[in-house]
């Protein structure tokens, strides 16, 4: 089975960027998105991004963050520009239509 690590999350002050990456230990899925999950709140999907590089985003992430993939390395990108302290929480990659066990996360705090 697919096992997820992600990596890259940190503290950073408010506007600054962070790229988070996500390991998969054999071929990724079609679609695979990282999803978030702030403090006392549902895990949501944020960004996606199909086989052919097609992307979509949450609203409140369109135009600060960028996801990309690299199938030849198994691996998934999220660049995380202009940051706010409502970004703040665990971030998580797994594919969007086919799912398997969650990883351990990265933790993204931003302060103001």
């Known amino acids: 089975q697919v096992q997820l690590v992600e990596s890259g999350g940190g503290l950073v002050q408010a506007g600054g960027s962070l790229r988070l990456s996500c390991a998969a230990s054999?071929?990724?899925?079609?679609?695979m998105g990282w999803f978030r999950q702030a403090r006392g709140k549902q895990r949501e999907l944020i960004a996606q991004?199909?086989?052919?590089?097609?992307?979509n985003y949450a609203d409140s992430v369109k135009g600060r963050f960028t996801i990309s993939r690299d199938n030849a390395k198994n691996a998934v990108y999220l660049q995380m520009n202009s940051l706010k302290p409502e970004d703040t929480g665990v971030y998580y990659c797994?594919?969007?239509?086919?799912?398997?066990?969650w990883g351990q996360g990265t933790s993204v705090t931003v302060a103001s």
């Open positions: 054999s071929s990724i899925f079609s679609t």
């Open positions: 991004i199909t086989s052919r590089g097609v992307t």
């Open positions: 797994n594919g969007v239509m086919t799912m398997v066990p």
